[in-house]
């Protein structure tokens, strides 16, 4: 009869070794790819070049540029509206790259319980 709540691996001591290896190979890749996204900038510009804000990978706005078609002072809620969008765009964008550096990291491990919590 089978024993329930055992590791299946346990008789292998090499490949428990090998799969910590990995583990943290990919947790040191994971490090260096989030270090390098957090310099990045990431730029979103809206209303024809109205607007441009730009988002470090840190998800800070390090820049808002505005042309000067784009203060109208009868209208400050349509200025409002496209720093809003842009800055939007622009962290969209930081999670698009985050998503892919993250699924290129993690592509074969699907199938482990639901995948990774990250």
Same mark, same amino acid.
Request: proline fraction near 3%; hydrophobic fraction near 40%; aromatic fraction near 2%.
């Given at each position: 009869?089978?024993?329930?709540?055992?590791?299946?691996?346990?008789?292998?001591?090499?490949?428990?070794?090998?799969?910590?290896?990995?583990?943290?190979?990919?947790?040191?890749? *994971?490090? =260096?790819?989030?270090? @390098?996204?957090?310099?990045? %900038?990431?730029?979103?510009? /809206?209303?024809?070049?109205?607007?441009? $804000?730009?988002?470090?990978?840190?998800?800070?706005?390090?820049?808002?540029?505005?042309?000067?078609?784009?203060?109208?002072?009868?209208?400050?809620? *349509?200025? =409002?509206?496209?720093? @809003?969008?842009?800055?939007? %765009?622009?962290?969209?964008? /930081?999670?698009?790259?985050?998503?892919? $550096?993250?699924?290129?990291?993690?592509?074969?491990?699907?199938?482990?319980?639901?995948?990774?919590?990250?």
């Amino acid at each position: 009869m089978a024993k329930r709540g055992g590791f299946p691996g346990m008789g292998m001591p090499g490949n428990m070794n090998n799969l910590m290896k990995q583990a943290q190979k990919m947790q040191r890749q *994971m490090e =260096e790819n989030q270090k @390098a996204l957090e310099e990045k %900038e990431f730029t979103a510009t /809206v209303g024809g070049g109205a607007v441009s $804000v730009t988002v470090s990978g840190k998800r800070e706005v390090t820049k808002v540029t505005l042309s000067e078609e784009a203060v109208d002072p009868d209208d400050i809620e *349509m200025l =409002e509206d496209m720093i @809003a969008a842009a800055t939007n %765009e622009a962290l969209r964008q /930081v999670e698009s790259e985050s998503a892919a $550096v993250m699924s290129k990291l993690t592509g074969g491990l699907g199938g482990l319980g639901g995948g990774l919590p990250f």
